[in-house]
């Protein structure tokens, strides 16, 4: 049995990382390992209750809310200038609080995820004396020169793809880890045949996810032989994204009669919603840029292996996917289309071609998508990585 402290950094919606983190707490726990969480939020939120069926300890604590939220906002310089002492003061009494903490429970590993994670977890690591494992679940955005200094002070780091391993500096240290589905739930999606193409979009409204591509695209759609219901499964994060949503709902009003749009928000159970469509579609950007208030701004994408096409494929629904990281370790051969779908010319072209094509033009075998991503896979290989 091995003790490890888990230090989360989020307590938002439940996303692909976090569903990862919980895949990794539940497996340890079932092994019967001695789990404990430092959460920054409270008890009840959904996050914290999921961790609680792993976990034999939440620990919550909370951090400075200026630093990274526009908590800066309306300050003047001397205001700000004490936000930042404070937070400071805080960050430190954090650090050697859970230091203290992690010594005296004697914690085998610590685990975090993601830059943010790795920024609260690695000082109280060193501190703490602490093997840190370090589970990145996209691309690593700050050069090879920091990331070669972490890597020296991390014990394993995991990465949820070949490709984002293959984009880091060589190290023995970095171990490619799946993430594990419990497929037995999902069902397969059966054979239809209709005049009605219906695509499926299902994730997060944010600007490198492409939305506003895809909507673009469709609003330039003119066969008018074949309808097509287009269904959004997801939300913007937060407020801060609202002005993205009103973009999108403006994009919307410009879709023509024969193109109906369904917009269900958040849903817990995405199957029910998979087993509708002909096609999920995955526009998601490298990066792109939008003029917001007359100010460009760009964005950059995070795909690192994205969970949505592993659940169609697992249940036999093509894709129509962007190539972004990730993407072809998931989609098979036969599995659908991937390419480049970097404009709004782009995502028209391949929508009117399989508007004109039968669905069964794809062969997906689920079986394959079931075995190479299962529970029992990522059980195993975790245990060899965490021994």
């Known amino acids: 049995m091995k003790k490890i402290l888990f230090i989360e950094s989020h307590n938002g919606k439940i996303s692909g990382a976090q ?216 939300d913007i994060l937060d407020d801060d994204w609202k002005w993205y949503a009103d973009l999108l709902n403006e994009k919307i009003k410009l879709l023509p009669e024969n193109i109906s749009i369904c917009t269900p928000g958040w849903v817990k159970d995405v199957s029910l919603y998979l087993k509708l469509g002909d096609y999920l579609i995955f526009p998601s950007q490298h990066s792109c840029e939008l003029l917001i208030n007359n100010v460009s701004r760009k964005f950059y994408g995070s795909e690192a292996l994205p969970t949505v096409l592993i659940e169609a494929q697992a249940m036999n629904l093509p894709v129509i996917a962007n190539d972004v990281p990730g993407v072809r370790e998931i989609v098979q051969v036969n599995g659908g289309f991937v390419g480049n779908m970097n404009s709004v010319d782009d995502i028209l072209f391949i929508i009117e071609r399989i508007a004109k094509e039968p669905r069964n033009m794809f062969t997906v075998k689920s079986e394959e998508t079931r075995r190479k991503f299962s529970l029992d896979a990522m059980r195993k290989q975790l245990y060899c990585l965490i021994p």
């Not at 919550?60 to 200038?81: A, E, R």
């Open 19 to 234: 569903k990862v983190t919980l895949n990794v707490a539940k497996l340890l726990s079932e092994r019967g390992d001695d789990l404990t969480v430092m959460y920054p939020g409270s008890y009840l939120d959904e996050l914290a209750l999921k961790y609680k069926s792993y976990a034999k300890a939440i620990k919550c604590y909370k951090m400075p809310s200026s630093l990274g939220s526009g908590g800066f906002d309306g300050l003047n310089v001397l205001q700000k200038i004490q936000v930042i002492i404070v937070s400071f003061l805080k960050m430190i009494f954090f650090y050697f609080s859970v230091s203290w903490y992690s010594r005296k429970n004697k914690f085998d590993y610590i685990y975090a995820y993601d830059p943010r994670g790795l920024f609260l977890a690695l000082p109280v690591a060193v501190l703490s004396k602490k093997k840190i494992i370090w589970h990145l679940h996209g691309k690593f955005l700050y050069g090879d020169f920091f990331f070669k200094i972490i890597n020296f002070f991390c014990y394993r780091v995991l990465v949820p793809s070949h490709a984002i391993k293959e984009a880091l500096p060589n190290s023995k240290k970095i171990n490619v880890l799946y993430n594990g589905f419990e497929f037995r739930e999902m069902g397969n999606v059966p054979y239809k045949n209709s005049n009605v193409l219906k695509i499926l979009f299902v994730g997060v409204f944010t600007p490198q996810k492409g939305v506003h591509l895809l909507l673009e695209a469709l609003s330039l759609y003119k066969n008018k032989n074949k309808k097509i219901e287009l269904t959004l499964v997801g």
